[in-house]
C-alpha cells in the first residue's frame, strides 16, 4: 500500500495539490478545518472558497501573463481551471465565476475521487512525525498554533500583510438611467459579450465629494499587535489609494478610459465599474473596491456612487491580516521547509499572489509531493514557463530581504529568443514571443513527466 500524502487546508491551492497527487495515482489525505473552525473571512465549509473577488484575471493566453498561466494549468489538468471553465461568467477579458458553483465542484469533485480521503478539523501545530509527506496550504488565514508551530522551526517570523474585501450589492438595487452595460474597449472575454460591467458614472464635482467623503469617514482601528503590519500593494483599500492623492483612484480603479457614457454621449471623469458576482446575474461586486471602511459608513459613502443611491448591499467590505513565509530563505526549489524537508508549502502562504496563483503553486507542490512518493525526483517547470517563472521568483529569485507576495508578470521570466535582426521583440510582440515559448516548454515537461511516471 502506498502511504498517503497529507494535505492540510483545502482552499485553492490544498483543492489542486490533492487532486494533482490523486490524479498521479497516489492516496492524499485532505484536512479542512472548516465548519469545525472557520476563519475570520469564510462563510462556508466548501473547498476552494473566493473570500475577495469572484475573478481569475485576464484570460488571454497570448499577451497576459495570468492569462498564460491559466492555459498552462489547464493543459496540466488543473481541477481549479476545470471548474472555473464551467462556471464562468461574463467579465469582457477576464475569466470570472460564480463563486458558490464554483467551489461546490471543487468540492464534489474532491469527495468522489476514490483516492481523496478527506478529515474536517484543525491540525493544530506541526502535523505528526509519522506524516512523512506534507503540503501545508493553509493560506494567508493560516490558524495562530501552526503559525507559531512553524515559526518556532524556523526560526524566522513570518511577515504579513493586510488584505481587504470589496463590497457585494443587488443587481435590482441599481439605477441603469443612471450607470450602463460595457465593457472597456468593448472587450469580450470568457462567457463575455463585451458588455460585461455595469458602469458608475462621476463628473468632475461628484467625484471630488466623493473622495472627500471617502478620507474623512471612520475605518477600521487595528489592534497593537497590527499597527505596523504592511499591506500588500495588490490589494490597497480605496481609501489608503485615495490619501496618496487626489487622481490616484481615477488613474487605478475608477479610470475611465474605454468607456463611452450612453447617456451623454461622452467619457466620463471617472467611473465605478462592477461585475457579475453569480450565475443569476442577481449579486454584482465593486471592482477594486477593496475597502476598510466602518461598515455603516460604507452605505452612507458608496451611495454617493451615481447610480448606487438605492443600493441594497448582500455584503459590505472588510479587512483581515494576512500572513507568508520568507520563502526565499526558508524554501527549496521543490517547495520543501528547508529545516524539515518533509513539509511542504503551498499557494498564499509562500508570498505568491492571487487566486491563479496560489492554484498554481499547489499544482506544482502536489506534482512534487507525488513524484516523491512514487520514487521519482520533482523536475520543475522550465523558467520560461509561468508556473517555474514563479515558482523561481518565491523560492529563491526575489531578494529575501525585501520579500513582498507577487503576481505572476512577463517580468519574472527570462528574455524572449532575439529576432533574425538580432534585437529582442518589444510590447506586444515581446509578450507573444515569451507566450509562445511558454507554451511549447510546458508541454515538454508534462510530456517528460509522464514518461518518467510510465
Known amino acids: 500500500m502506498t502511504k498517503p500524502v497529507h494535505v492540510v487546508g483545502a482552499g485553492l491551492a490544498g483543492s489542486e495539490a490533492a487532486w494533482q497527487i490523486a490524479e498521479a495515482g497516489v492516496p492524499v489525505v485532505l484536512h479542512e478545518m472548516r465548519p469545525v473552525r472557520m476563519t475570520e473571512a469564510h462563510s462556508t465549509e466548501g473547498f476552494a472558497e473566493l473570500v475577495c473577488s469572484n475573478s481569475f484575471r485576464s484570460d488571454d493566453a497570448a499577451y497576459n501573463a495570468v492569462g498564460l498561466l491559466h492555459e498552462e494549468m489547464r493543459r496540466s489538468g488543473s481541477l481549479i481551471l476545470r471548474c472555473g471553465d464551467a462556471h464562468k461568467l461574463p467579465a469582457g477579458g477576464a475569466l470570472a465565476v460564480d463563486r458558490d458553483h464554483f467551489s461546490a465542484a471543487v468540492t464534489a469533485a474532491l469527495a468522489a475521487h476514490p483516492l481523496v480521503t478527506i478529515e474536517r478539523g484543525e ?38 500583510f493586510f488584505d481587504a474585501i470589496a463590497p457585494i450589492v443587488h443587481f435590482d438595487t441599481i439605477d441603469l438611467s443612471k450607470a450602463w452595460f460595457q465593457s472597456r474597449y468593448d472587450k469580450a472575454g470568457p462567457g463575455g459579450t463585451g458588455k460585461d460591467y455595469v458602469n458608475c458614472p462621476f463628473d468632475k464635482e461628484q467625484y471630488l465629494g466623493f473622495i472627500s467623503a471617502l478620507l474623512d469617514a471612520p475605518k477600521t482601528e487595528f489592534k497593537e499587535w497590527e499597527a505596523n503590519t504592511p499591506y500588500f500593494e495588490g490589494c490597497l483599500p480605496i481609501e489608503v489609494m485615495a490619501s496618496r492623492g487626489i487622481d490616484t483612484l ?82 527549496d526549489g521543490a517547495l520543501r521547509l528547508k529545516a524539515e524537508p518533509r513539509l511542504r508549502f503551498a499557494g498564499q502562504i509562500t508570498g505568491c499572489e492571487g487566486y491563479v496563483e496560489s492554484a498554481a503553486v499547489g499544482l506544482m507542490a502536489g506534482r512534487f509531493a507525488a513524484a516523491e512518493r512514487l520514487g521519482g525526483v520533482p523536475a520543475a517547470p522550465p523558467a520560461t514557463t509561468a508556473m517555474g517563472a514563479l515558482l523561481g521568483h518565491i523560492t529563491g529569485g526575489a531578494d529575501a530581504e525585501t520579500f513582498q507576495p507577487m503576481n505572476v508578470n512577463f517580468g519574472l521570466f527570462p528574455p524572449p529568443p532575439r529576432g533574425a535582426d538580432g534585437k529582442e521583440p518589444r510590447g506586444r510582440d515581446r509578450k507573444a514571443a515569451l507566450s509562445a515559448r511558454a507554451l511549447v516548454d510546458i508541454d515538454g515537461w508534462l510530456v517528460e513527466g509522464t514518461r518518467r511516471a510510465a
Not at 453569480?278 to 466602518?294: E, H, I, P
Open 123 to 160: 491540525v493544530a501545530g506541526l502535523p505528526p512525525a509519522d506524516w512523512d509527506s506534507v503540503i501545508l496550504a493553509t493560506g494567508p488565514l493560516t490558524s495562530p498554533a501552526l503559525a507559531e508551530a512553524i515559526r518556532g522551526l524556523t526560526g524566522e517570523d513570518a511577515l504579513a
Open 250 to 331: 481615477r488613474y487605478g480603479p475608477m479610470k475611465p478610459v474605454g468607456l463611452t457614457d450612453p447617456h451623454t454621449g461622452r467619457r466620463p471623469y471617472a467611473v465605478l465599474q462592477l461585475r457579475q458576482d453569480n450565475a443569476l446575474g442577481t449579486l454584482y461586486n465593486l471592482v477594486g473596491f477593496q475597502t476598510k471602511l466602518k461598515h455603516a459608513e460604507q452605505v452612507r459613502v458608496f451611495r454617493m456612487i451615481p447610480g448606487l443611491e438605492g443600493a441594497e448591499f448582500a455584503r459590505l467590505g472588510g479587512l483581515h491580516r494576512n500572513t507568508f513565509l520568507n520563502s526565499p530563505k526558508l524554501l
